[in-house]
């Protein structure tokens, strides 16, 4: 096994905890917690690949910056649609939000 | 054992993001996932990726996850039973604070057997470990019994941020004592400005656009409206 599959393997690991929590929590909450950890572990599939190819250091990082900061802008609304939910409902449980249910 | 650090740090960064899903009250799990986040910074830094890690610390673990605090503070935990473990209070802390020594002696047994400097290891311990739990203790036995709960929460406060501290001063020691990791790839700080001015210097624009729409947004969404008269 070489070090490039060692973080492939740590990456999927990762994701596969996100995909988890993202089909069984309730709370939206934890859901967010889930999108956060799922492109974490892209990140880290990412740096990895960057790190062990024979391309410049600087571009790869670059592309990893670029999801570090989609993922704050995710994050930002993302808290602000939760935060809407509760002021309204009371609760962030996801099984309730059913109003677009035809 | 050329896979012991990064193991550590997998098993960390598992460890943290299981417990961020499943621990019961959702500001320990915030906390875990700040932990995460930590973990996945280490990786960076092993990765030999250092602006990343830096950023990464910045953006996750001090933006986001104070944010993502911040929500859970407004939200409140669940409704359902608070959880209390069997271990309250000062046992609580004592046994924290014997896993912490058995962690820094698991650490420098570790690294003794891998040959690496044991320097860091003893920085963080030397300069940050007695300070953090003086001021700790401190802040534990300060408090009237009313309000223990408040002043134990500080205490905790002050022990983990003094523990991320140490064990940043920690992994910087420890990368400027080792002579290069593997693989002859080296970075250069002006390979990413030309990348990210020249190269991409449309997306990055674009992505401040979007960052500060997406801030607006959320301002926007969180605003409480003004009482109708």
Not at chain 2, 148 to 154: D, G, K, L, T
Request: glycine letters at 10%.
């Amino acid at each position: 096994m070489n070090e490039l599959q060692f973080f492939v393997a740590a990456s999927v690991l990762l994701f596969a905890i996100g995909v988890y929590g993202l089909l069984s929590k309730k709370s939206a909450i934890r859901i967010l917690f889930s999108i956060e950890i799922i492109i974490n572990a892209a990140s880290l599939n990412i740096a990895a690949f960057a790190r062990f190819s024979p391309y410049n250091l600087g571009e790869a990082q670059s592309v990893a910056i670029f999801i570090i900061a989609l993922a704050a802008a995710e994050a930002a609304a993302g808290l602000a649609l939760i935060i809407e939910a509760f002021r309204l409902r009371g609760n962030v449980d996801v099984d309730e939000m059913d109003e677009l249910k035809g | 054992m050329d896979y012991l650090v990064p193991l550590i740090i997998l098993a960390f960064t598992l460890l943290m993001a299981l417990l961020a899903l499943e621990s019961r009250s959702l500001v320990y799990g915030a906390i875990s996932l700040g932990g995460f986040f930590i973990g996945l910074s280490l990786f960076f830094f092993y990765l030999n990726l250092y602006y990343l890690a830096v950023f990464q610390l910045l953006v996750y673990v001090g933006a986001i996850s104070v944010l993502i605090l911040f929500a859970v503070m407004v939200i409140g935990e669940p409704s359902e039973k608070p959880p209390h473990g069997r271990l309250g209070g000062l046992g609580f802390l004592g046994g924290l604070l014997l896993a912490l020594s058995a962690v820094f002696v698991g650490l420098v047994l570790l690294f003794s057997y891998l040959n690496v400097p044991l320097d860091p290891i003893f920085n963080s311990i030397l300069y940050i470990g007695p300070i953090a739990v003086f001021f700790a203790f401190v802040i534990l036995f300060r408090g009237e019994s009313r309000h223990r709960s408040r002043y134990r929460f500080r205490a905790f406060g002050v022990l983990g941020a003094s523990l991320v501290f140490a064990s940043f001063v920690g992994v910087l020691s420890y990368l400027g004592s080792l002579p290069s990791f593997t693989g002859g790839v080296t970075f250069n700080l002006v390979d990413l400005a030309d990348s990210l001015l020249n190269q991409y210097g449309l997306l990055m624009v674009v992505l401040g656009l979007l960052l500060a729409a997406a801030a607006y947004g959320a301002v926007a969404l969180a605003k409480k409206e003004a009482e109708e008269p």
